[in-house]
């Protein structure tokens, strides 16, 4: 008897928690939310990656990370229920299964962290800076200037209220209007800077001339393009809200959302950083949009775009992160599973990350870093680790070989990558002064 209470109790939970309370997504759910958390800030600041790899590496870069993350994303959707009758609703439950219960845990839950958080603040200062060209684009000579801070607070205020939506599916209408924003900003970002065409003094040279700042920008370009693809980290969560039978698993129609949320990506991603490179050369910002001035309403509308858009991203990318805190607390800590309680813990997750992104709004850098630093392992190499350690596939065959080539890869990001970025980010801080 005692059994069947504790099991209903634990139903329960499963049932309060975000990621396991609801199953009803249909395909294209996965869709939009994929669409939502992949082309986000990192879109904007990929003609800026392109000015530091230039034309060939760059490219290239492009082409193979596009190449290897679908690759991992089709992995992670093939391992979701590998297990007859067992689903791994959340990327460190996969994680736990290939290295073991606690190794699993150290693994992945640390770097998923820094991503989900990472991306979060991030947005934090891409959508106050947003909000802030479009206040100086519409009252240029009538207003006075008004700090950064205000406009992070004022973009991070809307959390608070959408932080209490309870799950994936409470989120889809956001999320699809996010994803709708983020096609529309692309192609406004890549539309204006077409019809404004090459600069008179247009250089395709590096930015910093000297040896060591070519070294170290293409170090933080590289992170910079991890960063723009950055879905992996919620893929399972994702994957998790879509009904499954053994007649009809989950991974038929969550693949074929990504499938079209991969498209969508390509039509936004390699325009962008293509077109906004050959128009700007090296003296693109590290976001396309503020290299446009004119026309005004365009990239008015563009900037709000982006802010509608990160709005649905922030929610996306902290719902894995309130599923952990509000696991531990209920299932470790024994808290009962309150509305309240779910209250404090994402109150306080918003207000920490809206006061570390007014603490250092380093946009470029910011990216590269954590694009480097967390994003290769959970999206480049991580899966292909997994899928090694569970499949076994034999030695030197086509499996075997694809998943020790992106891992090499993906390593190589990971060590270069921050690298280059903490540079940038030691550069900008300089001349920085805290709350300005």
Known sequence: MQVDERSKKAKNVDEWLPITSSRKAKWW????????????????????????????????????????????????????????????????????????????????????????VGVDIVYMVTGGKSLKKVHDLVCKHSCKDIKLTYFIIIFGSVHFGLAHLPNFNSISGV????????????????????????????????KDPSRTGMVFNFFSALGDVAFAYAGHNVVLEIQATIPSTPEKPSKGPMWKGVIVAYIVVAVCYFPVALIGYWMFGNKVEDNILISLEKPTWLVVMANMFVVVHVIGSYQIFAMPVFDMMETVLVKKL???????????????????????????????????????????PTTYFLPCIMWLAIYKPKKFSLSWCCNWVCIILGVALMILAPIGALRAIVLQAKTYKFFS
């Open 29 to 116: 759910y996965s869709s939009f939310h994929n669409v939502t958390a992949m082309v986000g800030a990192g879109v904007l600041s990929l003609p800026y990656a392109m000015s530091h790899l230039g034309w060939g590496p760059g490219v290239s870069v492009l082409i193979i990370s596009w190449i290897i993350t679908l690759y991992t994303l089709w992995q992670m959707v093939e391992m979701h229920e590998m297990v007859p009758g067992k689903r791994f609703d959340r990327y460190h439950e996969l994680g736990q299964h290939a290295f073991g219960e606690k190794l699993g845990l150290w693994i992945v839950v640390p770097q998923q962290l820094v991503v989900e």
């Open 175 to 206: 999320s699809l209007a996010a994803a709708i924003m983020s096609l529309s900003y692309s192609t406004i970002a890549w539309g204006a800077t077409l019809s404004k065409g090459v600069q008179a003094d247009v250089d395709y040279g590096p």
């Open 334 to 376: 024994m808290f009962k599973p309150t509305w309240y309680l779910r209250s404090i813990v994402r109150v306080t997750y918003v207000a920490l990350t809206m006061f570390i992104a007014i603490c250092i709004p380093f946009f470029g850098g910011l990216l590269g870093f954590f694009g480097g630093f967390a994003f290769a």
